[in-house]
């Protein structure tokens, strides 16, 4: 099935592709990185039965505008979100936040003022220290992964995309995962993501978590190398009443390793 974005917000960056599906009460679906959302596809399916579920690429990402001089940082994703969630009219939305999207949920709410009726945070980025290994280094040397061979980039970001499922992707998703970092534009929008990436961003909410004021799952993948089951039980812990669950069989990418667990997952906690 393809995967179809067929609306657009415009923004200094550039444009913004988002989707809507279902009917009932609002769920937006954020994505993270280096993904985009089509990631959401079978969970997206799934809730829209009960929801109207929202899902958009993050600038710089996917379907969305990459183009140099973007500000695709956690600051400048938390400032679309924040537009889209006016322009869409969701007042207290349901937010379900995958890797850095939950960083960018967390910052919507904590810093910006928003509000949401319940908060998923899957995997999310979110505690200190984040980043894989590979991650950091790229961060430190962007310029010089920029300048690498278009079929040398090419193995790498399959590589590295590939690290963040337990299960084998196919190779069609696969391909559909690492399609948008191709080409000229899309490898440089690849690294310049991972440049802007900072845990000062984070580090400025942390010691706010415990004033969430709505009911939060954090979810995490027990076989997650990207960011350790630890993580998410710290999360959990620094979050007053929050509900802690693991997917068994999943890593990073839960939604590849698990959609059918997470859909019901999901579909449970978002119930009235």
Do not use: K, N
């Not at 109207?52 to 979100?81: A, H, P």
């Not at 992964?145 to 590295?160: D, K, N, S």
Request: net charge neutral; aromatic share 8%; hydrophobic share 45%.
């Amino acid at each position: 099935m393809a995967w179809e974005l067929p609306e657009r917000h415009e923004t200094e960056g550039g444009t913004v592709r988002w989707a809507r599906s279902g009917r009932g009460s609002p769920v937006v679906l954020l994505h993270g990185t280096p993904f985009s959302s089509v990631v959401w596809r079978e969970v997206a399916t799934a809730l829209s039965r009960d929801h109207e579920v929202f899902v958009y690429d993050l600038l710089g990402y996917g379907r969305s505008t990459m183009r140099d001089g973007q500000d695709v940082s956690l600051v400048g994703q938390q400032r679309i979100f924040a537009e889209l969630l006016e322009r869409w009219g969701l007042a207290e939305p349901a937010v379900v936040a995958h890797d850095i999207g939950g960083a960018v949920a967390l910052r919507t709410a904590l810093l910006g003022g928003a509000r949401y009726g319940r908060l998923a945070l899957l995997d999310a980025v979110a505690i200190r220290p984040w980043g894989s290994p590979f991650f950091r280094l790229v961060r430190e040397h962007a310029a010089v992964f920029g300048a690498l061979p278009a079929h040398l980039h090419e193995a790498l970001v399959r590589r590295y995309v590939r690290s963040a499922a337990h299960r084998e992707p196919a190779p069609a998703v696969l391909d559909e995962l690492v399609g948008p970092w191709l080409g000229a534009a899309g490898q440089q929008a690849f690294y310049r993501q991972i440049a802007q990436a900072d845990e000062r961003w984070t580090r400025e909410f942390e010691d706010r978590l415990g004033e969430l004021g709505c009911r939060v799952l954090v979810g995490w993948g027990e076989h997650d190398d990207w960011l350790p089951p630890e993580r998410g039980a710290r999360l959990a812990a620094a979050i007053p009443g929050a509900r802690h669950e693991r997917l068994p069989g999943a890593g990073h990418l839960v939604q590849h390793d698990a959609p059918a667990e997470l859909a019901v997952l999901l579909a449970r906690f978002l119930r009235p």
